[in-house]
């Protein structure tokens, strides 16, 4: 069974860093891409960033590209978002998640770690 526990969260000033890690279990975790996906109070989860299983192909949502980087490291089954210039509203719960498939939908997910941004 595939698990996956996010840490790295917490509550920094506007303008800080944080650096999520998400350790996966349970299968080979190189196969697969790996998603980092965020929900804020009221609002429905969104898609953050994404990377394919060979570390290539990162995609980021508008609202994050150019102050969040995803990376992962295969030899640790670890995948990371590193997040820069911080605002209000990047205060979410963040979430990492993986496919069965590899053109699936993502359907594996973590328990979620929560970042909170102050103005």
């Known amino acids: 069974q595939v698990q996956l526990v996010e840490s790295g969260g917490g509550l920094v000033q506007a303008g800080g860093s944080l650096r999520l890690s998400c350790a996966a279990s349970?299968?080979?975790?190189?196969?697969?891409?790996m998603g980092w996906f965020r929900q804020a109070p009221g609002k429905e989860r969104e898609f953050v960033a994404t990377?394919?299983?060979?570390?290539?192909?990162?995609i980021y949502a508008d609202s994050v590209k150019g102050r969040f980087t995803i990376s992962r490291d295969n030899t640790k089954n670890t995948v990371y978002l590193q997040m820069n210039s911080l605002k209000s509203e990047d205060t979410a719960i963040y979430y990492c998640?993986?496919?069965?498939?590899?053109?699936?939908?993502?359907?594996?997910w973590g328990q979620g770690t929560q970042v909170t941004v102050s103005s």
């Open positions: 998640a993986t496919k069965s498939a590899y053109t699936g939908p993502y359907d594996y």
């Open positions: 349970g299968r080979t975790f190189s196969s697969y891409p």
């Open positions: 990377i394919r299983w060979n570390g290539g192909s990162e």
